[in-house]
């Protein structure tokens, strides 16, 4: 997919917008995963929705299909669930040191 969209968005002339994956959107993933880690609930929700929402519209005038939009969505989604994951995780140190006593 990541090829395909790659391949369109080469072909483009200069001053045109070029697609970069949401999945590898830094900024944005992080950014997501901190105000979900906030927010509860119904106005977790919302704000999620709105978001990927936002997102698919911002690919959408671009010009990508539908499923294009999916799959850049679903990708999206897989990164921030695994960015809030992070947030959780105890370094491999400090578990170490607490199975250890020290």
């Not at 978001?51 to 850049?72: H, M, N, P, V």
């Amino acid at each position: 997919m990541a090829r395909n969209l790659d391949e369109r968005m080469m072909g483009r002339k200069g001053g045109e917008i070029l697609a970069f994956p949401l999945a590898a959107r830094a900024g944005d993933v992080n950014r997501c995963s901190r105000e979900l880690d906030r927010v509860h609930g119904d106005a977790a929700v919302h704000y999620w929705r709105t978001e990927c929402r936002k997102l698919a519209e911002r690919l959408s005038a671009l010009g990508l299909r539908d499923e294009e939009i999916r799959r850049e969505i679903i990708g999206f989604q897989v990164e921030v669930q695994a960015a809030m994951a992070r947030r959780y995780q105890q370094p491999a140190v400090g578990r170490n040191r607490s199975d250890s006593g020290a």
